[in-house]
């Protein structure tokens, strides 16, 4: 339990993290009205439709009406936020590493978590390849 506790913890603080880094870019304004609309048809069926909206419309094409096209887009942005994700994890696995080494329950936390994250990349660009993308 606490391994899921540790691993929980550092995906937050990473995304908190590249939230703060990457601010906020808001084209939504600049959009096509007809394609805000299909953009926010389409993120109706996801779980988080305020985050799909406000994530995609910074990368769908202004022109696009294509659900083939905003599939591609949202892999594309979830594999490149994966990756920063991943290498944050790298980072924090490395200084777990070098402050806690008595610690190992610490430590293989966020190797599992790592470990974790690197398979959900690999899933993501198998997946990509698969589209041909």
């Known amino acids: 339990m606490e ?11 990473s ?3 590249m939230k703060g880094a990457m601010g906020s870019i808001n084209t939504n304004r600049l959009m096509n ?5 299909f953009v926010e048809t389409q993120c109706r069926r996801t779980r988080y439709q305020e985050l799909c909206v406000r994530t995609l419309s910074n990368y769908v094409n202004a ?5 083939q096209e ?6 594309k942005v979830s594999l490149a936020k994966a990756i920063n994700t ?7 696995c490395k200084e777990f590493n070098q402050i806690n080494k008595s610690n190992k329950n610490n430590n ?3 190797k599992d ?12 660009q198998i997946l990509l390849k698969s589209f041909n993308i």
């Open 3 to 13: 391994k899921i506790v540790h691993c929980i913890l550092i995906l937050v603080l």
């Open 15 to 17: 995304i908190f993290s």
């Open 33 to 37: 009205p007809r394609t805000m609309t």
């Open 63 to 67: 022109t696009s009406q294509d659900p």
């Open 70 to 75: 905003i599939a591609q887009v949202a892999l």
């Open 86 to 92: 991943k290498y944050y994890i790298m980072k924090v």
């Open 108 to 110: 293989q936390a966020a």
């Open 113 to 124: 978590c790592l470990d974790q994250i690197s398979d959900g990349v690999l899933n993501l």
